[in-house]
């Protein structure tokens, strides 16, 4: 097997190596900081509307009989998911 032109293919590698940025000498440092402020009061609002939310949804989809039944059936410890159904569960969306 014979290899022709190279140097061109190595160029082109050697150009594309890492070369840290250069300090200027006297600059502040830039610092990439995140910040994020959250106020008390419409986090307590968000937390209430968002458990209302959680609690209308759940309501929605059982009745009250259903999770009296599925209460009783986790604290007995007859309450049991195949782990085939929750990866299917995960993996459709």
């Known amino acids: 097997m014979e290899i022709k032109n190279y140097g061109s293919v190595m160029s082109a590698y050697m150009k594309n190596t890492y070369e840290p940025a250069k300090k200027k000498q006297g600059a502040p440092a830039a610092k990439n900081v995140d910040k994020a402020e959250f106020s008390s009061s419409s986090s307590a609002g968000a937390l209430a509307g968002a458990k209302a939310s959680a609690k209308k949804s759940v309501e929605s989809f059982a009745s009250a009989e259903r ?27």
């Open 67 to 93: 999770i009296a039944a599925l209460k009783s059936m986790i604290s007995d410890g007859s309450y049991n998911i195949p782990a085939e159904s929750v990866a299917a569960s995960i993996f459709e969306g």
